[in-house]
């Protein structure tokens, strides 16, 4: 058991059913009237932010987050294949689970897969992933005015902004979190 006086950033712990972590706390001891724990805590599975105070002496059952590494392998319908990258089995998960940064993934990209208690509920691809260019308008000469950007198709799929100087074929570099072009990949 946790109690809200041990509280410390990225402690998870169930609370009304639901995972939380802890993104801030603050242990408060007012002038008059009983010590207590202001919090920040973050709902793991749906991502919302809440903030609420606790008794220091409230007891909590700890929640134990897993996070796997695995290989995307392959789409069938709306399952998507994981090979877990110790036993190498493949493991299907539902495509409501993945987020709107899985349009930069490819096959055999690795990506974090998080579950609680063998239920996934979040897929996240690398921070930065590396695609080439399938399709994109060529930049037009004399055309130099600064930041100005052009749609570009990627292998994964995806539509980005990039400068006009990309061509297809180039490999260029993509921040997945935002789903911006970062720079031109080395190599």
Same mark, same amino acid.
């Not at 010590?35 to 920040?40: G, I």
């Not at 930065?128 to 399938?134: G, N, P, Q």
């Given at each position: 058991m946790i109690s809200a006086g041990d509280f410390r950033n990225g402690i998870t712990f169930e609370h009304d059913g639901k995972v939380m972590q802890i993104i801030e706390f603050q242990h408060v001891k007012p002038g008059k009237g009983a010590?207590?724990?202001?919090?920040?805590m973050r709902n793991v599975i749906t991502g919302t932010v809440v903030e609420t105070s606790f008794n220091p002496?409230?007891?909590?059952e700890p929640a134990y987050v897993e996070r796997r590494e695995m290989e995307y392998s392959y789409q069938d319908g709306n399952l998507y294949y994981f090979m877990n990258n110790e036993t190498y089995e493949l493991e299907p998960i539902d495509g409501s689970v993945l987020g709107d940064n899985f349009q930069f993934v490819i096959e055999n990209m690795p990506c974090t897969v998080a579950?609680?208690?063998?239920?996934?509920?979040?897929?996240?691809?690398p921070?930065?992933?590396?695609?080439?260019?399938?399709e994109s308008?060529? &930049?037009? +000469?004399?055309?130099?005015? %600064?930041?100005?950007?052009?749609?570009a198709t990627l292998e994964s799929g995806a539509v980005v902004k990039v400068p006009l100087f990309i061509n297809p &074929?180039? +490999?260029?570099?993509?921040? %997945?979190r935002t789903g911006d072009y970062m720079e031109r990949a080395k190599g």
């Open positions: 010590a207590f724990v202001r919090t920040k002496s409230d007891k909590f579950s609680y208690k063998g239920k996934v509920f979040a897929v996240d691809p921070n930065f992933v590396d695609l080439v260019v399938t308008d060529p &930049g037009v +000469k004399g055309d130099t005015a %600064t930041n100005v950007t052009k749609p &074929g180039e +490999k260029i570099r993509i921040d %997945t």
